[in-house]
């Protein structure tokens, strides 16, 4: 009889512990399915509303190769430097220590106020980097001589026709990932996911002018 009882309490004992141990790991999960949403809020919503759907960009921050990469390709040039949906702000740093005049234009505050600290702690001027919380969609980027770009491959379309219709001919273009889908690369750097490439836009726009001009004679024909 007691033996029966002993197994009883010790059957009890046993569900109770696995419930407690069920209803722990259902709070852990919780927890990180709601760390995780708060991050994503964090870094991805702020600035989003002012942004069209089809051009709204998440966070991707450069690796260290990747932005090796991007410098390799910056060499031997000088000017005015913008990084689009900066971030971090970890290109434009770069470039600023490379004597680059560096801009990122980003809209989520707290990667703004990231980057401006990262700046301040190094010592660089406000003429050495810059970042500006303003939607790089509706700004003229004409000014700048060298562009470099980490967004999705929704908006490269898009892209190119800004770029085509705003910067100067001595320009060039590096872009990370993604690659601009009618434009042809001057060169790259890279492979697999770390892969970065160039375009001049004289290079593109002598290309373009070749091409309508066989159109014409084609038509003419």
């Keep these: 009889m007691e033996d029966a009882i002993d197994m009883i309490l010790l059957h009890k004992?046993?569900?109770?512990?696995?419930?407690?141990?069920?209803?722990?790991?259902?709070?852990?999960?919780?927890?990180?399915?709601?760390?995780?949403?708060?991050?994503?809020?964090?870094?991805?919503?702020?600035?989003?509303?002012?942004?069209?759907?089809?051009?709204?960009?998440?966070?991707?921050p450069s690796s260290k190769v990747q932005t090796e990469n991007i410098l390799k390709l910056l060499r031997g040039r000088k000017g005015r430097l913008v990084d689009l949906r900066s971030g971090d702000g970890r290109v434009v740093l770069a470039a600023a220590s490379m004597g680059f005049q560096s801009t990122g234009y980003e809209l989520n505050p707290v990667l703004l106020s990231y980057a401006r600290t990262q700046a301040w702690w190094k010592g660089l001027s406000s003429t050495q980097a810059s970042f500006v919380k303003e939607d790089?969609?509706?700004?003229?980027?004409?000014?700048?001589?060298?562009?470099?770009?980490?967004?999705?491959?929704?908006?490269?379309e898009t892209l190119e026709n800004k770029l085509s219709a705003e910067l100067p001919d001595d320009a060039r273009v590096i872009v990370c990932r993604f690659p601009f889908p009618h434009w042809s690369p001057t060169c790259s750097e890279g492979f697999g996911l770390d892969q970065v490439w160039a375009y001049d836009m004289q290079s593109l726009r002598k290309q373009t002018f070749s091409k309508n001009n066989h159109m014409r004679l084609f038509k003419f024909v």
């Design 13 to 60: 004992t046993k569900f109770a512990y696995q419930d407690c141990s069920s209803h722990r790991l259902t709070w852990i999960v919780t927890g990180i399915v709601a760390g995780v949403y708060g991050l994503w809020a964090l870094f991805i919503i702020p600035g989003f509303r002012t942004v069209p759907w089809k051009l709204k960009v998440p966070f991707l």
């Design 136 to 156: 790089f969609w509706k700004a003229n980027l004409s000014s700048y001589n060298n562009v470099t770009v980490f967004l999705a491959p929704n908006a490269m």
